[in-house]
């Protein structure tokens, strides 16, 4: 079993920035990929971006390509998403994804296995 925790949600100026950690804990994975997805109200999850463990690659929404940067430490088994140039349609719940695999394709939600709580990102214009 694996659990994830986020961290460093919270409410921001447009055109700042902030940082969200996911730290896993439990069973870990060398191949496992990682992902951020988030969920506005009244609208439906999207994928925001993942990293695959194994090869430190990464991928992105159009949304966020170029502000957002995904970035693994994986002596820590922790994931950031260090979020730049926010802007109003980025507030959400941010969640931390998780599944022991190469996933493919990594923006649908149900490839995961694993999932944190969520934590609240609120851009205030």
């Known amino acids: 079993q694996v659990q994830l925790q986020e961290s460093g949600g919270g409410l921001v100026q447009a055109g700042n920035s902030l940082r969200l950690s996911c730290v896993a804990s439990?069973?870990?994975?060398?191949?496992?990929?990682m992902a951020w997805f988030r969920q506005a109200p009244g609208k439906e999850r999207e994928f925001v971006a993942a990293i695959r463990w194994s090869d430190i690659r990464t991928y992105y929404a159009d949304s966020v390509k170029g502000r957002f940067t995904i970035s693994s430490d994986n002596a820590k088994n922790t994931v950031y998403l260090q979020m730049n140039s926010l802007n109003s349609e980025d507030t959400a719940v941010y969640s931390c994804?998780?599944?022991?695999?190469?996933?493919?394709?990594?923006?649908?939600?149900?490839?995961?296995?694993?999932w944190g709580q969520g934590t609240q990102v609120t851009v205030s214009s």
């Open positions: 439990g069973r870990t994975f060398s191949s496992a990929t």
């Open positions: 994804a998780a599944a022991p695999r190469r996933v493919g394709p990594v923006a649908i939600s149900n490839a995961y296995d694993y």
